[in-house]
């Protein structure tokens, strides 16, 4: 059982380049989060998508397009990088919308 | 005003002692109140979980609230350097149904070291 989990696990890109960051889970939970997570800034929630086949913006969505493949699996896009998000990475996913969070081990990305 | 503000520290204590954490907030509509646990370079794992007012205890940990004083806190007793980590404090209000909502807001966590 291995949680959810998150590739790569470190990226550096240039401004312009466009990449996917690819999320799972095996805990057949129904919802599934994306954040980031900046010094000073706290985590803060990018997309979430609260069953398979639904997707909604969170507080920070701006340059960002996520999919939510099937019940497991759940992408972020970042169709053009900018060096504001250069960041930490998080996916996680709940039971439901009041059940725990559990989250993966992160994305390191830089966009130089 | 930030909706939920949390002392960043560093907070340095000795092994054994009692660690107090807290946050204040500004939304009254808060009604589910989290404690995560952030190690350095991992993701965060749910430590306590608590509804609406009062205390929660689990094992060397006690959660409370306090949703008239919008102040929530967290109590490590016996604190071990294992317990040195980055402290997040998480909560939302209620989602459409009246179960919690999707949206958490996170404090900005608050890095504690347990020295031995």
């Known amino acids: 059982n291995a949680g959810v989990t998150q590739t790569p696990k470190f990226q550096v890109l240039k401004t312009g380049q466009s990449m996917t960051l690819q999320c799972a889970q095996d805990m057949n939970h129904n919802s599934m989060y994306w954040y980031r997570q900046d010094p000073g800034m706290g985590l803060r929630l990018i997309y979430y998508s609260a069953s398979e086949g639904t997707t909604d913006k969170g507080e920070v969505p701006n340059g960002y397009n996520v999919s939510r493949l099937n019940k497991r699996e759940f992408s972020l896009r970042l169709e053009s990088a900018a060096p504001s998000q250069t960041s930490v990475y998080f996916c996680?996913?709940?039971?439901?919308?009041?059940?725990?969070?559990?989250f993966g081990p992160g994305t390191r990305l830089t966009v130089l | 005003q930030k909706e939920v503000e949390q002392d960043p520290g560093p907070l340095s204590v000795p092994e054994g002692a009692i660690v107090s954490l807290n946050c204040t907030y500004s939304n009254s509509a808060f009604q589910y109140f989290m404690w995560y646990r952030q190690y350095s370079r991992k993701g965060p794992e749910l430590l306590m979980y608590t509804y609406s007012s009062g205390n929660k205890e689990d094992g060397r940990f006690t959660a409370q609230v306090d949703k008239s004083s919008k102040y929530i806190s967290l109590f490590i007793r016996d604190s071990q350097p294992s317990d040195s980590a980055t402290y997040l404090c998480?909560?939302?209000?209620?989602?459409?149904?009246?179960?919690?909502?999707?949206?958490?807001?996170f404090g900005k966590g608050t890095k504690l070291s347990v020295i031995p």
């Open positions: 996680a996913s709940s039971v439901a919308r009041d059940g725990e969070q559990f």
């Open positions: 998480a909560m939302s209000p209620p989602g459409d149904s009246g179960a919690g909502s999707y949206q958490l807001t």
